[in-house]
């Protein structure tokens, strides 16, 4: 029903421009109807994440198969993926607030456990001499990502990752998925899900 009522609406058109690619279509939906946000043939931040936690075919074989217009089965992960942005004050900091930029400019990401960096994706991050720092002003330091068959299982593993990562006055959302249980009877009440 998703589909159909977003994308699935535009396929005549794609298909006659040729286009091959990645489409994204964020929306807000309710009892109402569908409200796209953003259409965009892009990968965006965070989401491409997400969608890597949960595509087990190696990314440079389906993005080099999909650029040659081949017809090929993706190989995902059966279940749900939840990601995380990992935050510092610089989030929040003007452009013109350099004293709160420059005191957190290099500081070091640190993991607790640094052999297991499992869904753990850079953003404003450099590496010098083997140390992650952070890099640029954003304030959006990591990305982490979660999978499990069961929005709750993904939950745990996505803050259990979390977990493993020390970085002064981070900062993250907390309630990612936990109102699956509703917010998924509801897309079934609506008709959107199955």
């Not at 259409?39 to 965006?44: I, K, V």
């Amino acid at each position: 029903m998703l589909f159909r009522a977003t994308l699935g609406k535009m396929l005549p058109a794609l298909q006659a421009s040729g286009y091959i690619g990645y489409i994204d279509i964020n929306c807000i939906v309710n009892g109402r109807g569908i409200y796209p946000l953003e259409f965009t043939s892009r990968f965006g931040y965070p989401t491409v994440f997400m969608h890597l936690e949960g595509i087990q075919t190696p990314a440079g074989e389906w993005l080099y198969r999909l650029a040659r217009g081949e017809n090929f089965e993706l190989k995902t992960k059966k279940g749900f993926q939840i990601v995380v942005r990992i935050s510092v004050p610089t989030f929040f900091a003007k452009a013109k607030d350099r004293e709160t930029v420059e005191m957190y400019r290099d500081l070091p990401v640190l993991f607790k456990k640094p052999s297991n960096l499992d869904g753990i994706h850079i953003e404003d991050v450099k590496i010098e001499d083997g140390v992650w720092r952070i890099a640029g002003e954003s304030g959006v330091i990591i990305s982490v990502t979660g999978s499990g068959t069961t929005v709750e299982e993904a939950r745990r593993q996505v803050y259990s990752r979390i977990q493993n990562i020390m970085l002064i006055n981070m900062f993250y959302r907390t309630d990612i998925g936990s109102k699956w249980s509703e917010d998924s009877d509801r897309l079934h009440t609506w008709g959107y899900i199955s």
